[in-house]
């Protein structure tokens, strides 16, 4: 099984909705976060989170909210989607404290198209 | 400014060596990573070098980093068609537990 996975793997919405991508993991890591990929910009940091209820904004947080209520799981919310967010999502985890050179762990992404 | 520069695409023959590069801007950065992207899957860890480094060598990878030009490269010796990915130049800094991230060099290997 996965150690960390992502839901949905592909979704398509329209502009305006609400959508929730939600990432488990089973590696009892602490640190958790959220990057989205656009093709020729490489992986951007959205938001991310050190410990339960811990929460920090990455480079493109803007049009983006995130909860972590567990440690295993950590979920982005586009409040109002644009179709500007349309993008390759992924989550990833580390250890904290762990190996010093803080090795991250990847889902597998979420294909995100808003029309 | 905080750009890691890779150029996108990179065409090899079967068999050739492969030689990735990317450059960094950041003279404070503590480990520099390179990690793979196979189709229609998640980033893995490929390998890393600590910054008093000046060469890795793992099986067919070596790694090696110019601190002074801050330039890092990936060669893959004997390129298999296993090897035909996206590989992402990463640079971590001792103050910032973020990882600033290369726009990825996507590998295509010729018959």
């Known amino acids: 099984d996965a150690d960390v996975t992502q839901t949905p793997r592909n979704r398509i919405t329209k502009t305006g909705k609400r959508i929730m991508l939600e990432c488990s993991q089973t590696?009892?890591?602490?640190?958790m976060y959220w990057y989205r990929q656009d093709p020729g910009l490489g992986l951007r940091l959205i938001y991310y989170s050190f410990d339960v209820k811990d929460i920090n904004k990455g480079e493109i947080s803007d049009g983006y909210s995130v909860s972590r209520q567990a440690q295993a799981k950590f979920s982005l919310s586009l409040e109002s989607a644009i179709p500007n967010q349309t993008a390759l999502y992924f989550c990833?985890?580390?250890?904290?404290?762990?190996?010093?050179?803080?090795?991250?762990?990847f889902g597998p992404g979420t294909r995100l198209t808003v029309l | 400014g905080e750009d890691v520069e890779q150029s996108l695409f990179l065409s090899v023959r079967e068999g050739d060596s492969s030689v990735i590069n990317c450059t960094y801007t950041?003279?404070?950065?503590?480990?520099l990573y390179w990690y793979k992207q196979e189709p229609g899957a998640g980033l893995q860890l490929l390998t890393y070098?600590?910054?008093n480094m000046d060469m890795k060598q793992d099986q067919r990878l070596t790694v090696l980093l110019n601190k002074k030009d801050k330039h890092l490269s990936l060669r893959i010796a004997d390129t298999q068609t296993g090897d035909s990915a996206i590989y992402f130049c990463a640079e971590k800094k001792d103050s910032n537990y973020q990882l600033i991230w290369g726009a990825g060099t996507k590998l295509i290997i010729k018959p």
């Open positions: 990833a985890t580390s250890e904290t404290g762990g190996r010093v050179y803080n090795e991250q762990f």
């Open positions: 590696k009892g890591h602490d640190r």
């Open positions: 950041d003279s404070s950065s503590t480990y």
């Open positions: 070098i600590f910054s």
